[in-house]
Nanobody
Framework: QLHLVESGGGLLQPGGPLRLSCADS?????????VKWYRQPPGEQRELVAG???????DYAHFARDRFTMSRDPAKKTVYLQMDNLKPEDTATYYC?????????WGEGTQVTVSP
């Protein structure tokens, strides 16, 4: 079982960039996991942001397609979500999920607040 930890959240102004990280606290490699980023805006349901399979392909939600980039660093055993040109509507708690076989693990999330 993984213990995923997200980091990199914060408070920033619209238009700025932010990079979120997701890694297992026990330094387990995520290379063989399907990893997804989700977010949950205040008062709303959790929604998929981006997902990456072990084959390397990545899919994005429509709102993320032109501004967000998901990547993996196998050496650092970390998955990233680079977010550019952030907007107030991107304000949410961001979570990563790792799936292997029938097992799913979630992190506790990192807060991103975009405000003038």
């Amino acid at each position: 079982q993984l213990h995923l930890v997200e980091s990199g959240g914060g408070l920033l102004q619209p238009g700025g960039p932010l990079r979120l990280s997701c890694a297992d606290s026990k330094a387990t490699s995520l290379s063989f996991y399907t990893v997804k980023w989700y977010r949950q805006p205040p008062g709303e349901q959790r929604e998929l942001v981006a997902g990456s399979g072990i084959g390397g392909s990545t899919d994005y939600a429509h709102f993320a397609r032109d501004r967000f980039t998901m990547s993996r660093d196998p050496a650092k055993k970390t998955v990233y979500l680079q977010m550019d040109n952030l907007k107030p509507e991107d304000t949410a708690t961001y979570y990563c999920e790792a799936v292997l076989g029938g097992f799913t693990d979630w992190g506790e999330g990192t807060q991103v607040t975009v405000s003038p």
